[in-house]
């Protein structure tokens, strides 16, 4: 997979054959996690805390999806359900248990969704670095089309 290679090549492919065409970020950050975790020629430990990796995305998506309701909401109810709604939508643990770039992704484009918010409250320059730095982040992990759709925003 795209992820060995990098581990075991330290650099990323010459061709665009396999996933090779997918943007780097995520597969980079499996090759550290493979290169902490692996046993000899064993990989799947490295797999396996590869997913817990991917649900540390997820939740870190699900908590500023929390704050995100929790600037835009007035009253507690309805930050307490639409926080559960959130810690519970299957969208989470099903991206958040496969070993794909979606996850990082959903991270990415909703802590740029914040960090629009705070932008749009304060006017300051360091939320419009954020937003920049998460929207290239998110670029750089996949190719879909929520990434591309979000530069022309």
Same mark, same amino acid.
């Given at each position: 997979?795209?992820?060995?290679?990098?581990?075991?090549?330290?650099?990323? %492919?010459?061709?665009?054959?396999?996933?090779?065409?997918? %943007? %780097?970020?995520?597969?980079?950050?499996?090759?550290?996690?493979?290169?902490?975790?692996?046993?000899?020629?064993?990989?799947?430990?490295?797999?396996?805390?590869?997913?817990?990796?991917?649900?540390?995305?997820?939740?870190?998506?699900?908590?500023?999806?929390? !704050?995100?309701?929790?600037?835009?909401?007035?009253?507690?109810?309805?930050?307490?359900?639409?926080?559960?709604?959130?810690? @519970?939508? %299957?969208?989470?643990?099903?991206?958040?248990?496969?070993?794909?770039?979606?996850?990082?992704?959903?991270?990415?484009?909703?802590?740029?969704?914040?960090?629009?918010?705070?932008?749009?409250?304060?006017?300051?320059?360091?939320?419009?670095?954020?937003?920049?730095?998460?929207?290239? @982040?998110?670029?750089?992990?996949?190719?879909?089309? #929520?990434? !591309?759709?979000?530069?022309? #925003?």
């Amino acid at each position: 997979t795209y992820i060995q290679y990098i581990y075991l090549h330290k650099g990323l %492919p010459d061709s665009a054959g396999g996933q090779y065409y997918q %943007p %780097p970020l995520f597969h980079i950050i499996g090759a550290v996690v493979l290169a902490l975790s692996h046993i000899k020629e064993n990989y799947e430990p490295g797999f396996e805390n590869l997913q817990v990796v991917n649900m540390l995305f997820a939740s870190i998506g699900i908590f500023y999806g929390y !704050r995100i309701l929790k600037k835009i909401g007035k009253k507690d109810t309805f930050l307490i359900a639409g926080t559960a709604f959130l810690s @519970f939508c %299957p969208a989470f643990y099903i991206i958040g248990a496969e070993l794909n770039n979606d996850c990082l992704m959903t991270m990415f484009q909703i802590m740029a969704l914040y960090y629009t918010i705070c932008w749009s409250e304060t006017q300051k320059l360091c939320d419009i670095l954020k937003i920049a730095l998460c929207i290239g @982040f998110s670029m750089l992990t996949t190719d879909s089309y #929520l990434s !591309r759709d979000c530069v022309y #925003l």
